[in-house]
């Protein structure tokens, strides 16, 4: 069944060969190159996984990644990280900040197609306040 | 430390004054072959015998304790700890000084070289992590690699691709590839500069490193003090007016006024002091430019030094330095002032206060207690401001004071500036299990009025922590129960401690396999 994708990153033959690859695999693919037009895109797309390159202009992918972790209906939202190699310390920031996985630059087209398919393939994590809900509803 | 093997001294001083084993023999009573034997470490020597040959020879006893060779030995063992599985022994680094020098200096340049370019390696691995055009540079390139990785791999795994889809996609690798070309040269342009002038020693590490190659020890300059202060009096305390009258002996005048700025124009023109200042900090600077004036010929030849010092700035700098540490030798008798540090136990406030100096001058004058005949304990120094930056930075054996970027940030150094006016001890130990005594104590610089800015640094001094009993500092540490222990290191790029909470950046030398681990670790 085809995904919808948003894939967030502003260099251009990047943007092109990820669609070519992912609509191979059947998905319906959508970009954006800036920051600020992440969150109105996913509002407007609803993706079932967002591709976020790190750096990106006006909002860099941090400050995504920490909005949207912090909003209740998008925390759920599977996303692949872009990073470059060689920035580790980048990695373990997006780790802290719930990436679920991520790429990184230069990638391997079969590594990358993988993972996605493996996020979207995998079951939607359960949202930490609902946790806290449930474990507050089960109290006499 | 073992007790340096004196067989090879003991031949050199003999041939020297061409005297046979024979001879040497006879005139202390022993036999030629047992002289041969102690000549060759094979044989344990005695006070009272060495005492003997030493005036056979006519040298001081002293001069078979090995004094540099002993140092060279000290270096050796500091090598050693640096290497995981080398298992440091004292005796045999001792042997190595004592019976081939020129080797153990080889080994001991050799690793200097080494770690002077791991340390490079640190410095730019931080600038590639904190300089923003670097980064967004290393990004842009990537990404173009990024680019023509991908559609090489699309061009050979997908034949069926529309043959305008296929020109298109060869298009692209080959047009990103030119800009992969510019993007290299403009990183070759950013960090690219004539070979020998990327990493130039600064004028202040230069020094740094001038002073620690002296084991910040200048005896000539120890000397010149002892006569000047002989000239000007005889207690332990040298009063300021003592230094202003010589000043003015020398036609200098000094004014003090709030708005003052230290130092003089040139030699005989006033000095003007800001009168806001501590008396220690106005005894100091008239001490300064008083050896400035008397001994600016001894300064000028020791700061001369080109295996050290190669920039008109270092020399300007070292001379200075050297006015410092003539200046402190002035103020704090170099034999009055071990005498009471060992007294006190190291008690700097305490110096301090006896001999009317600040906190700063009383803990640099311990570092360079260094005279080969009545060392005090050895100690680091380093000091910093409020925002890191590092300073004054003199290491010891085992102690290395970070030449680049920040130190460990759990050192007292830094906690110290939470609790002005209080020295702050930590007995830290090291990755490796070296324990050393940290000591520091946050000072203001001056007694600032309204608006003005006030200067604040952190000192520290450190020692090997065997030391402590003897250092008032180390008394909460010294039972074997109850003595809090903080797992510290050097700095955070050459800590090895993953789990440390305050871990700033990640260490460039730990293995790879712990770089592959932590890399690989699953979101």
Partial sequence: ?140 | MARFPPGRLIREQRQKRRMTQASLAAAVGISAPYLNLIEHDKRPIGGALLHRIAAALAVEPGHFAGGEDVRLAQDLLELARTLSGVIADEAQALQLAAVFPDWARAIVQLHRSYRDTAEIALALSDRLSQDSTLIELSHALLSRVAAIRSFAEILEQHPDLERAQRRRFSGIVASEADRLGGGVRAMVELLGTPPGSNFEVAPNDEVDEYINYHNNYFPDLEDAAERLRHHLCSGDHLPSQAIAQRLADHGVEVIEDYDGVAGGVNATSPIRIDAGRSEASRRFILARHLVGLEHADLLARLADDPRLITSDAARTLSRRALANYLAGALLLPYETFLAAAEAWRYDIDRLAHHFGSSFEQAAHRLVTLRRPDAEGIPFAFLRSDPAGNLSKRFSTVGLRMPRFGGACPLWPLYSAFRSPERVVAQLAVMPEGERYLLAARCISKRAAGFGQVETLYSIMIGCDASHRARIVYGDGFTGSHGASVTEAGFSCRSCSRSACPQRAHPAILASDRQKEASADAPP
């Fill in chain 1, 1 to 140: 069944m085809p995904k919808r994708i948003l894939i967030a990153e502003d260099e251009p033959y990047i943007v092109e060969s990820l669609t070519f690859l992912l609509q191979r695999e059947g998905h319906v693919v959508t970009a954006v190159s800036d920051g600020a037009a992440v969150l109105p895109a996913i509002g407007r797309v609803k993706p079932d996984l967002l591709v976020l390159d790190i750096m990106l202009p006006t909002s860099n992918g941090f400050e995504i990644l920490s909005r949207l972790r912090g909003t209740a209906e998008l925390e759920s939202l599977p996303v692949l990280a872009l990073t470059a190699k060689g920035l580790e310390s980048d990695r373990r920031r997006m780790v802290d900040l719930g990436v679920d996985d991520f790429v990184t630059k230069p990638f391997s087209n079969k590594d990358l197609v993988g993972r996605v398919t493996r996020l979207l393939d995998a079951p939607r994590r359960a949202k930490p306040h609902r946790r806290d809900g449930q474990a507050a509803d089960a109290q006499p």
